[in-house]
């Protein structure tokens, strides 16, 4: 019964972090990087000013647009470049651990139609999560 609770919240963090990725695409201002080397978080993965890129060795035969920040920036360390990222990565990594709690839901119990139940219940946890997370934002809205 717990991990309900936890897929609901879950499903909240999702939609809340799907909301401020939303506002970071909207007004590109806000997209704040983590480690600023000009005004716009979306160069945060990228020398500063532009640069032409240069092969290395761990990009194995991908080719950025522009020479990396630093090894990584633009591929497997890119949530911690600008916000934007970092909102997708937290929202990844919500929806992951949800779908691994509800695989754990149901362990011990073979039967299959307690299977298919464990799936529908859970599903409608992470529902909520994402509706309780709707209506918060719109609260925040008209504060705002």
Same mark, same amino acid.
């Given at each position: 019964?717990? !991990?309900?609770?936890?897929?609901?919240?879950?499903?909240?963090?999702? @939609?809340? /972090?799907?909301?401020?990725?939303?506002?970071?695409? @909207?007004? $590109?201002? @806000?997209?704040?990087?983590?480690?600023?080397?000009?005004?716009?978080?979306?160069?945060?993965?990228?020398?500063? $000013?532009?640069?032409? !890129?240069?092969?290395?060795?761990?990009?194995?035969?991908?080719? $950025?647009?522009?020479?990396?920040? =630093? $090894?990584?920036?633009?591929?497997?360390?890119?949530? =911690?470049?600008?916000?934007?990222? /970092?909102?997708? =990565?937290?929202?990844?990594?919500?929806?992951? %651990?949800?779908?691994?709690?509800?695989?754990?839901? +149901? !362990?011990?119990?073979?039967?299959?139609? !307690?299977?298919?139940?464990?799936? %529908?219940?859970?599903? +409608?946890?992470?529902?909520?999560?994402?509706?309780?997370?709707?209506?918060?934002?719109?609260? %925040?809205?008209?504060?705002?």
């Amino acid at each position: 019964m717990t !991990y309900l609770i936890y897929i609901t919240f879950l499903a909240f963090i999702f @939609r809340f /972090f799907r909301e401020l990725e939303d506002e970071t695409v @909207r007004k $590109p201002e @806000r997209n704040w990087a983590f480690k600023p080397n000009s005004e716009q978080g979306w160069t945060a993965k990228w020398q500063y $000013p532009l640069q032409e !890129y240069q092969p290395r060795w761990y990009h194995f035969g991908l080719k $950025p647009k522009h020479k990396e920040r =630093f $090894p990584f920036s633009s591929t497997l360390l890119v949530p =911690f470049t600008d916000a934007e990222h /970092f909102y997708q =990565f937290v929202q990844t990594i919500s929806l992951l %651990i949800s779908v691994a709690l509800v695989g754990m839901g +149901g !362990y011990g119990i073979t039967i299959l139609g !307690y299977y298919i139940a464990s799936w %529908i219940v859970s599903l +409608g946890a992470f529902s909520l999560g994402l509706m309780v997370a709707q209506v918060v934002k719109e609260k %925040i809205k008209t504060i705002n």
